[in-house]
């Protein structure tokens, strides 16, 4: 008999190294984060970040090669959030297109809101530093993945650009929620992302 062949799809339980490592760089980002939503992004300076960490400063580096980079590790959490979300949402069985794109909506105002402070802070310093020019389009592409179901489902009109609708609903989404995070005035994120979706809905549904 051969040897008994590994378990594929198991994950790898990560050394002492790679444990000491990702705790070094939680802590990096946590300060940063923290001075960010304090005191304002280009206010903050790496020698203040990683004196908050506790690190040396090469030790930041060793992580994040820009103060940029911290902006960036924001978005991507952002995303495994919406990740998990999305993952809850696709064992439902009988959603309509209106009620995912909606549930999406209810998801993503949940993610700003868990820390509203800290949502605004960085999304300003997202902007400022250009990220929606040239980062990859991800909610679009998770919008444009419901439509087209909806279109195979027949509650989503066939002549309707699938491609299109996910960018005008993206753009809605974060023109929604940087009105939200400017706006002095207390504003309701989620009911003004149902209303703008809504919007867009009523126009490619076969079905309302």
Not at 83 to 101: F, I, N, P, Y
Request: aromatic share 8%; glycine share 6%; with cysteine.
């Amino acid at each position: 008999m051969g040897d008994t062949p590994l378990t594929t799809g198991t994950p790898l339980v990560p050394g002492r190294r790679e444990r000491n490592k990702l705790r070094v760089r939680n802590r990096i980002y946590d300060a940063a984060v923290e001075l960010f939503t304090r005191q304002g992004y280009d206010q903050t300076t790496v020698d203040e970040i990683t004196e908050a960490a506790d690190v040396a400063r090469g030790t930041f580096f060793n992580h994040f090669q820009r103060k940029e980079d911290l902006i960036a590790e924001w978005s991507e959490k952002r995303r495994e959030q919406l990740r998990d979300g999305l993952t809850d949402l696709a064992v439902q069985d009988g959603r309509s297109t209106r009620l995912a794109l909606l549930h999406c909506m209810s998801l993503l105002a949940r993610i700003s809101l868990r820390d509203s402070a800290q949502t605004r802070a960085m999304l300003a310093a997202w902007v400022r530093a250009g990220f929606p020019l040239y980062e990859q389009p991800y909610v679009s592409e998770m919008f444009g993945q419901f439509v087209e179901e909806g279109q195979k489902r027949g509650d989503v009109s066939e002549t309707v650009d699938a491609r299109l609708v996910s960018y005008v609903l993206r753009d809605l989404y974060l023109g929604t929620l940087y009105r939200w995070s400017q706006a002095e005035a207390r504003i309701d994120l989620e009911a003004e992302l149902h209303a703008a979706c809504g919007t867009v809905l009523d126009g490619v549904l076969t079905r309302r």
